[in-house]
């Protein structure tokens, strides 16, 4: 069934895009008391993103909850079959579960700032079980002795998301450098996937597509960056204010099977990366128990198909 375009912005969480995209310091929430009516001693790290509704990624009742999920937001439409999947085998855990689908650099600072995370006027604490991210940093993680039983899961390579038609008839890498191409990329100041988009540039034109694309365009307006995670691009293309973007290739695949009219364009192997996914117990977790298995959940058969289902690829077939 395909799903209102309208309805579908407000599920991913965004209205109108703020045009400045994080070049001047976002002003506190809500307006009218600029944060003053916040009560909380503690504010942790303070998440502020203006004209956009982060609500979305906070997911349950984190009350009472008896397994607490910090999972890196590119997997946001993954989540609501896997935790379902999984419940059906721990029935006691129906409606105690919470999870955040933030970007994994937010969430590794609410992770330092004492699990503590403020949005306007609200302050939230909630102790993680489970954080999941790319598998580099839950390895450094480790290395940190941050977390334990790091458990790989999943692959997902890059694609360039554009309107369905592709009007601008982009065929590569090197079309984002046209400065008639408007693009919506990730912001590497919290989001992994820069990296990898930064290493296919390079990879496809050299660091002078690189510029093009994240210094040059920035500083020109025609390159917006993300402000909460990659997902803001699908919603810029529907709305018109950007040309294409490169995500996930699951993110392509993600809108295609809600119905919205947007496409993809392939990579060639030989400039894209493949992202290895990686979940990790915290080592205080409170729940140990319940974290041990969802890690293990995740390379259950059944967990592999929902994946597959939106493009991602399990570990084994790549290691063939």
């Known amino acids: 069934m395909k799903l209102d375009n309208r309805i579908l912005l407000l599920m991913l969480g965004a209205t109108l895009m703020n045009p400045l995209h994080g070049q001047n310091k976002p002003q506190a929430t809500p307006p009218w008391s600029n944060g003053a009516n916040n009560p909380a001693a503690s504010k942790g790290y303070e998440f502020?993103?203006?004209d956009v509704d982060n609500i979305p990624d906070l997911h349950g009742n984190p009350a009472d909850a008896k397994l607490v999920l910090f999972i890196g937001?590119?997997?946001?439409?993954?989540?609501?079959?896997?935790?379902?999947?999984?419940v059906?085998?721990?029935?006691?855990?129906a409606g105690r579960i919470f999870y955040e689908t933030l970007p994994p650099g937010i969430l590794r600072k609410q992770i330092a700032a004492n699990n503590t995370l403020t949005l306007g006027n609200l302050t939230l604490q909630v102790k993680p079980d489970v954080y999941e991210a790319g598998a580099r940093v839950l390895r450094a993680m480790e290395q940190q002795k941050q977390v334990t039983n790091v458990t790989e899961y999943a692959t997902n390579t890059l694609e360039i998301m554009v309107p369905a038609g592709n009007p601008k008839h982009i065929a590569s890498l090197n079309d984002l450098g046209r400065s008639d191409v408007r693009l919506s990329m990730p912001n590497p100041e919290w989001e992994g996937v820069a990296n990898q988009i930064a290493a296919a540039l390079r990879k496809a034109g050299g660091d002078k597509l690189y510029q093009q694309v994240y210094q040059?365009?920035?500083?020109?307006?025609?390159?917006?960056l993300t402000e909460i995670h990659h997902r803001q691009t699908p919603m810029r293309i529907l709305e018109g204010k950007a040309d294409a973007g490169v995500t996930w290739a699951s993110e392509v695949r993600f809108q295609k099977k809600v119905g919205n009219p947007i496409t993809g364009v392939e990579i060639p192997d030989a400039q894209n990366s493949t992202a290895i996914y990686a979940g990790g117990m915290m080592v205080d977790a409170p729940h140990p128990e319940a974290a041990a298995q969802w890690l293990a959940y995740l390379k259950t058969p059944e967990a592999q198909a929902i994946y597959h289902q939106f493009g991602f690829k399990s570990i084994e077939i790549d290691a063939k």
């Open 88 to 93: 059906k085998l721990h029935p006691e855990l």
């Open 73 to 86: 937001g590119n997997q946001f439409f993954v989540l609501p079959q896997l935790i379902e999947g999984f």
């Open 48 to 50: 502020h993103v203006p």
């Open 216 to 224: 040059e365009k920035v500083a020109s307006g025609s390159t917006v």
